[in-house]
């Protein structure tokens, strides 16, 4: 009898992680499925606000809509699909721009000695400090000086600059044996067929972390597009979705953008699960 | 640090700097140098002509009561976001990365959120706690508690904080995850072999380990408290109701683009500059690390 | 195929000298070894011949040409490195093929060079594995091998061996040499192990302190050790050196303890000296001849096919006496031994250098 009702008690013990755990996922989880939830009803039904539990019937009507028309049942909006393909534009050219900007300027840096290098280095170094919010002004007035205001370059050139990236492949650059680098001499590669050949090819994983985390963080911007689009076809997702929403009055076209926020949130989610092992390496490497 | 081996071309290095360095030099050096320059000067009401004023725009912003308001709101705002984010992740990494059944899939559940925007996190919580559409908003009113985030301006606090930890969580939780598996199994082992329990455990062995972690998360969520939050309150509360989820990055966007205030708004920016800059400085023992001994 | 002179080869870092005027001559397909302790300099000689460390002063040439100015590249030269340093993501073939293809050597060749050195180093079954799937001495085959079908002037290698286990380092000994006789080419090899040494060389180039001691066939090297340097490196236990003293007419040379070895030649011209004495552990005998020394035994180690005696003379200096066969002796027996006639080599007990034979 003592034994049964131990043995019972452990196994509540036990259960205390998994029932701590599952609240967790389930605060996580239970907004997105709202949301899903929403994008399947019409904006009457979620504006009275007894949004049922299980989906309703308006899927394809909310989504059909918000991807390709500019205007639900009380305003007019972006369409998804003009604003996806701006996100979309934005959140590659940043990747994969501040990976190859990084992974040049590292280049430069591991493998070559030359008048002011520490200070270049440096200089790449300092941006790490200050993030763009805190220059925003300024560097606002310089892209409209530079006539750049609702173009993609004025949205994503001046987030181009990237001292972790940088940081990130030195330090790998610098685990690169001397003597592969000799080897390489030896067979007659000089410095750009190197980089071709072995430097890009064995930082590969690397560059896959690094195009995850910057994917994102490029998809994620907020106060500069914010600055820096005027335009409707210029309009990324994550601004568009608050611009539709504007007060938060209850007289909204909800089930619109409960679908553009689930189609908002579907390309970074899909990017960070299915490369989940080497962002989760990347990210904690690169602040190592 | 650097290699023994090295190529010997002039001009190669320059080139492949070129880009970061045109970037940076336009985009960063220069304006951050005319946030300084404005800082400093006053423009008349045409902006033809500016004075140089020593430090009158810092005088005006930092004696104003509703800036001093503001940092105050920011601090509450960041501390809480950081203390909130970090305790749950903890909680959850630790319980994640004990020997339990289906630990590999509560991990991917719990990653995933770093995806999202600030801005969308904010967006999903209206979703539930606006007091009009929001299941939860309303079921507060219904049990008599008069809850409207849009007028209350406590509420609003609460409800910027609780978006914003949400999305942090699985940052933080990525980073405790990491460093809990860097923590040697034998040290665990032996410690369990000495005879202590599993809280005990925690205190003595894990969480004095995982202190480099936290240490290192602190600053992270702080910067992030600081500024990526623009598009939670952004999307949330504009910074009301009245100025109460107003923080210091809000002010220098409502200062500087809507109400056109560049002497005053470059002045919060240095103010803010210089925090990071300490942030960072703080940080610097482990930054310094990666830059000497990488 | 090529001859390779080093002449007054200087190497400076900064004020510190590593090498301080190197001269030698590698004959057109010989094998040269360069051997010496840890930080003498070999590798930053055979680097300054590789052209990976520029040369601060005197000439290098190769073939004729003198290829100080030239790059590693141009100067028709293959390395084989210590870690290999095979490229990781790429397969065996490519290791070996990419040097011809940035030489922009035609397809169907690269693919005839590349079997036919496979085939001379087994390497067939492995050309599609990546070097993280092949055991240690298959990568060191595949480093080879990417020097072998270079067909260089040239090979040099930086202590190819050393990441070897010990039984695997001498079957890639006995390999290399094989190799070389086979091909014929011109190698400067790096070592610090004399048994490589002595069994790869054609000439050894013992190098202490960025100066070389000695350049000789390994035979030389053994038999007469130019300076006391050389003399303790080579030799395994390595020479005893003891302080003696030629008696007044130079007939025989005093022994630390008070034994006199009368000498084969006297040497008049040395009379009274102070000299360093060596004597090779294996040229010492248990014997009560005239001019023994008595020895009191502290330690005898029976390795087999040897048997090795540490001892001490009276006066408190250590002896080494390696004999054939068992151990005849136990630790604190009293022992006389004597050296073999002629087995004597006497040194400069101020310079080191090994003084001249007697007239
Ligand atoms: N880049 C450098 N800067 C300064 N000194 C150096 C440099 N490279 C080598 N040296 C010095 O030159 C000397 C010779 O070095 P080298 O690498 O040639 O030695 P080695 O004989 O190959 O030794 P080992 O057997 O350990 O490889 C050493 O004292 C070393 O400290
Ligand atoms: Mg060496």
Same mark, same amino acid.
């Given at each position: ?8 008690? &452990? ?69 998804? &699909? ?194 989940? &092992? ?11 | ?294 | ?359």
């Amino acid at each position: 009898m003592t034994t049964l009702s131990q043995s019972g008690g &452990r196994r509540l013990i036990d259960l205390v992680p998994h029932i701590v755990l599952i609240v967790g996922v389930l605060i996580f989880a239970f907004p997105i499925y709202v949301t899903l939830i929403g994008s399947t009803w019409d904006s009457a039904t979620i504006g009275r606000g007894n949004l049922p539990l299980t989906p309703g019937g308006e899927a394809l009507v909310n989504y059909g809509q918000a991807w390709s028309e500019s205007h639900g049942a009380r305003a007019s909006y972006t369409p998804v &699909r003009v604003m996806l393909l701006n996100s979309l534009v934005m959140a590659l050219t940043i990747a994969l721009g501040k990976i190859a900007i990084s992974i040049i300027s590292a280049y430069a840096v591991a493998f070559f000695r030359f008048p002011f290098r520490m200070a270049f280095f440096w200089m790449i170094f300092i941006t790490l400090m200050l993030p763009v919010e805190v220059r925003i002004i300024p560097t606002y007035k310089v892209v409209a000086d530079l006539g750049l205001i609702d173009s993609y370059a004025g949205l994503t050139i001046p987030l181009i600059a990237s001292a972790t990236a940088t940081l990130l492949f030195r330090q790998f650059f610098l685990t690169i044996p001397d003597e592969l680098v000799e080897a390489a001499k030896i067979d007659g590669a000089g410095a750009l067929r190197f980089f071709v050949d072995v430097v890009l090819p064995l930082s590969k994983t690397n560059i896959a972390a690094l195009f995850v985390i910057l994917f994102i963080y490029g998809w994620n911007q907020y106060l500069w597009p914010l600055l820096i689009t005027n335009s409707a076809d210029m309009e990324t997702i994550v601004i568009g979705i608050t611009k539709m929403i504007g007060t938060g009055e209850a007289a909204n076209d909800w089930n619109l953008i409960m679908a553009t926020t689930v189609l908002a949130m579907l390309p970074p989610i899909a990017v960070v699960v299915l490369m989940q &092992r080497w962002f989760v390496k990347g990210l904690v490497d690169s602040e190592k | 640090m650097q290699r023994r081996v090295i190529f010997d071309n002039k001009l190669l290095p320059y080139l492949l700097l070129a880009p970061q360095v045109a970037v940076t030099l336009v985009f960063f050096i220069w304006p951050a140098a005319q946030a300084i320059w404005q800082s400093v000067h006053i423009q008349d009401a045409f902006g033809l002509r500016s004075e140089f004023v020593w430090f009158e725009n810092f005088q005006v912003v930092l004696s104003d009561p509703n800036y001093v308001g503001t940092v105050k709101t920011t601090a509450i705002f960041s501390v809480a976001v950081t203390a909130l984010s970090l305790g749950v992740a903890l909680l959850l990494a630790v319980l994640a990365d004990s020997k339990i059944k289906g630990a590999r899939a509560y991990k991917t559940l719990l990653i995933w959120p770093y995806a999202l925007a600030p801005a969308v996190a904010a967006v999903l919580w209206m979703f539930i706690f606006n007091p009009e559409i929001g299941s939860l908003g309303r079921l507060l009113n219904r049990l008599g508690y008069d809850w409207d985030y849009r007028l209350n301006g406590d509420q609003a606090l609460t409800m910027v904080v609780l978006a914003a930890s949400w999305k942090q969580v699985s940052y933080n939780f990525i980073f405790f995850l990491a460093g809990l598996q860097a923590i040697p199994r034998s040290v665990m082992e032996a410690a369990s072999i000495d005879g202590a329990g599993p809280a005990r455990r925690f205190w003595s062995i894990t969480f004095p380990l995982l202190s480099p972690t936290t240490f290192f998360l602190l600053v992270v969520d702080m910067v992030y408290a600081f500024f990526e939050t623009f598009g939670t309150i952004h999307a949330l509360t504009q910074g009301g109701p009245g100025k109460a989820t107003e923080t210091l990055i809000f002010r220098v966007y409502q200062d500087g683009v809507v109400n056109n205030d560049l002497g005053g708004s470059s002045a919060q920016s240095v103010i803010l500059m210089v925090i990071v800059i300490a942030l960072t400085a703080v940080q610097f023992r482990f930054v310094e690390r990666k830059v000497h001994y990488a | 195929m090529a001859t390779v002179d080093i002449r007054n080869v200087r190497k400076s870092y900064g004020q510190v000298e590593a090498i301080k005027g190197i001269d030698v001559a590698v004959r057109d397909g010989e094998f040269l070894v360069l051997l010496g302790p840890s930080g003498c300099g070999k590798s930053t000689l055979l680097r300054m011949v590789a052209g990976l460390e520029s040369i601060t002063g005197g000439e290098i040439a190769i073939g004729g040409r003198v290829v100080n100015e030239l790059d590693p590249k141009d100067r028709d030269i293959a390395m084989v490195f210590q870690n290999y340093a095979l490229y990781p993501h790429m397969t065996v073939f490519d290791n070996m093929a990419y040097g011809l293809k940035i030489r922009g050597i035609p397809k169907p060749e690269i693919q005839t060079r590349v079997a036919k050195a496979a085939e001379i180093l087994e390497l067939g079954r492995f050309l599609d594995r990546r070097p993280s799937q092949l055991s240690g001495g298959q990568r060191q085959r595949v480093a080879m091998g990417r020097a072998i079908v270079r067909e260089p002037s040239a090979f040099l290698f930086d202590e190819p061996l050393s990441n070897l286990d010990a039984k695997l380092r001498t079957q890639m000994r006995v390999e290399i040499k094989r190799l070389q006789d086979r091909l014929g080419i011109t190698s400067l090899y790096v070592t610090h192990d004399q048994v490589e040494a002595m069994t790869l060389a054609d000439r050894i180039l013992v190098m202490n302190h960025g100066v070389a001691e000695q350049i000789g066939t390994p035979l030389e090297v053994y038999q007469r050790p130019e300076s006391l340097f050389v003399a303790g490196f080579i030799g395994s236990p390595p020479m005893n050196v003891l302080d003696a003293r030629f008696d007044a007419d130079g007939r025989a040379v005093a022994m630390p303890g008070g034994a006199v070895l009368p000498l084969d030649r006297p040497r008049p011209a040395d009379a009274g000296r102070a000299v360093k004495l060596g004597i090779r552990p294996e040229h010492l005998a248990l014997d009560a001849a005239p001019g023994a020394s008595s020895i009191l035994v502290e330690l005898v180690e029976a390795l087999g096919a040897d048997t090795v005696v540490y001892g001490r003379l009276p006066d408190g200096e250590s002896l080494v006496i390696r004999m054939a066969g068992l151990p005849s002796c136990r630790e604190g027996d009293r022992l006389a031994v004597a050296p073999q006639p002629g087995a004597l080599h006497f040194f400069d007990a101020t310079t080191g250098r090994r003084l001249g034979e007697a007239a």
